[in-house]
């Protein structure tokens, strides 16, 4: 039965590393409601939320999946995360649809690199969270020191709701009872802490508690919810979601204690995309003009492309009209479903606060306000990074150019992490993710989808070539062929500009020796150099060129005869002007265990790294910034891995360009004109 008020709705988050089991713990809440039928698996290709082939034949998550319950007169709505890094952007996709991110951790692996990533996504997208100790019957499990842990890296405000007893067979509570025997810890000091963490975002209860007063029971469950809201309790529970141990525990304080999908706190509705916008007040309340979101595009085999949409304001029926953005063209709703893991069943109507999928939705894209009313309307998404593992493709088939290029565009659509794009200076299609393994699975469905297959390659180093001096260049074109023929005559200047400046062109004639009416002919002739540059065709950039002299006919000049003019001078100032050849540069941000920092450090600097700095962080982690050529960590992803097993991480974002080493530079060329003999050859 769905929920008829906003303050009966929740929406989580499972996050988490790949393995720590979200996907088994969203098959133990379902079955615990006798939603399915059995416990699903993963491991058995049985689970309901990690349902597609590739997932099966994975056995992880690769995308996120949504599923919903009813426990205690409460709708809970799950998005299920993946876990692994590769897929970090449908994990933080997903932050947009929910209200609470449930971080889930493995007692027996403890805390991996992408929970302390997803936990920092939350807590900048300023979202209440709770810890699930998972997998508490494991062998080897060391709570007490995972406890300490927890607390070490994700603050002080981290505190044990329940404790695990007869050796993970069993809980305590420890909100609404204060003594009993547990495994690890002391009932009555982690209920002391808990009750301090709750009463800290009230005034009045913290007057009345540092009075001495008793706070009552009903006060304390009413005040948790805003104390998870305020970020001033985080709590912690304890569950075997395999052997469905404290699954139910879990759901009671979702239902009972968890802030509702009225009392969190949304990110603003604006009146425009830029961050000073004017915001637009909004509330989940069910009597107000519809507002909702897109924050999952997906593809359905039956139903075709679904928008996952995030209600944020009032009720939506399949008569409700929308427009997107700052559109003026009505919608009507038309179907509207609510998604069960595979499954989409259709419902008459939804109300603020609650999760529903769209069909035929062509227009809708990621992030898109949905609005009945009439106005602009746009919300931020939480920020997503940057895709920097590249391959490039070329069809199997030539016959699948064109379809290849509309498949892309569909995935690309779904992933916010994964970009197509078409290179005009390698004339290479380049395809962009996280890793190696969300590029793979990424060509994986475009086969199983849209039965394409593609070869691929390591893209081409996007150069740049430039120049270190000042020079001046001139040229005379002149043509008799009996006729008219073609007079120009150019002098000119170039110099370098700062890095980044891109190119300026300059008029700085002295009277009518050239016409002003030939200048845009002299700079197309410019434009064609710079496309190419002379020392292994790439684009020319940083680069001011100045026009001070020349010659014209009154009869013979032509537009021609000025672009070759002007091509000719520009290329004769750049020969004599040192051309050299510029490289991309990356800032690198690379988290890893301590211990690494040395090997790490070292490796860096071996690829030509300048290291920025290195900061100290919890749970024996160290962050290190460093700027390295693109060229040197094309495929870093692997020799990461392989140093720190599979513990590290890595950030890349582009900062600049700067000139290449003599040596490099003289490989490029080498290898440039190589190329460019073979084609000839072709």
Known sequence: MAASRPQDIRNIVLLGHGGAGKTTLGEALLHAAKVTGRLGSVSEGTSHLDFTDIEKERGHSVDPAMAHFEHAGVTINIIDAPGYPDFVGGAIGALGGADIAVLVISATSGIEVNTRRLFKAAQENRMPIAIIINKIDGENVHLDNLLGEITESFGATCRPMNLPTGGGKGLVDCFTGDSGATDIGDVSEAHTQLVESIIESDEQLMESYLGGEKVPAEKLSSAFASAMVAGTVIPILFTSARGEVGVKEFADAVAKYFPSAAQVKPRAVR???????????????????????????????????????????????????????????????????????????????????????LAKVEEILYGDVLHGEIKPMFRATPPMPTPMYSLAVSPKSRNDEQKISGALGKLAEEDRTFVATRDNQTNETVISGIGDLHVRVMLTKMKQRFDLEVDTKPPKIPYRETIANKADGHYRHKKQTGGAGQFGEVYLRVEPMERGGGYEFVNDLFGESIPRQYLPAIEKGINDVLAAGPLAGYPMQDIRASVYDGKHHPVDSKEVAFRTAGKYAFIDAIQKAKPVILEPIVTLEVTIPSNYMGDIASDLSGRRGRILGQETLPGNQCSLRAQVPLGEVMQYNSQLRSVTGGQGSYSMEFSHYEPVPGNVQQQIIAAASKAKEEDKDK
């Open 271 to 357: 009146e425009g995309e830029a961050a000073d916008a004017a915001e637009l007040a909004i509330s989940a309340d069910s009597a107000k003009p519809f507002i909702g979101q897109a924050f999952r595009i997906t593809t359905d085999p039956f139903v075709g492309k679904l928008a996952w949409i995030r209600i944020l304001q009032g009720t939506v029926g399949g008569d409700t009209q929308y427009v997107l953005r700052d559109q003026k063209r009505p919608t009507k709703i038309g179907h509207l479903f609510k998604v069960q893991g595979k499954e989409t069943a259709e419902i008459k109507s939804a109300i603020a606060g609650d999760i529903i999928a």
